[in-house]
Nanobody
Framework: QLEESGGKLVQAGGSLRLSCAAT????????VGWFRQGSRELVCIGRP?????YCADSVKGRFTISRDTAKNTVYLQMNMLKPEDTAVYYC???????????????WGRGTQVTVSS
């Protein structure tokens, strides 16, 4: 089970950190994906055990994934936010290091991020 938190209203240019806590499994054994909005647009994917991250061009250089092993929690750090980043953000986990939403088995309920201009 995954639970996201941290979404809120923020001004353009600001920063936000989303959290994703896992219960029932360890992020050591899974890859993590952050997707947004109804189309399940890729944001970033990460391999927590290796510390590797890949992000879509639209957010590259602004967003990154990190983790807290002790808390079994991963984070999406979002900097230099833009109004077009406004979306519901979903945390996912799955066995494949993939940029396809269909490859992720565990999904959170999503958290709303709104960026005002």
């Amino acid at each position: 089970q995954l639970e996201e938190s941290g979404g809120k209203l923020v001004q353009a240019g600001g920063s936000l950190r989303l959290s994703c806590a896992a219960t029932g499994f360890s992020f050591d054994d899974y890859n993590v994906g952050w997707f947004r909005q109804g189309s399940r647009e890729l944001v970033c994917i990460g391999r927590p055990s290796a510390g590797s991250t890949y992000c879509a061009d639209s957010v590259k250089g602004r967003f990154t994934i990190s983790r807290d092993t002790a808390k079994n929690t991963v984070y999406l750090q979002m900097n230099m936010l833009k109004p077009e980043d406004t979306a519901v953000y979903y945390c996912t986990a799955g066995p494949l290091y993939s940029d396809h939403a269909r490859d992720y088995h565990y999904w959170g309920r999503g958290t709303q991020v709104t960026v005002s201009s």
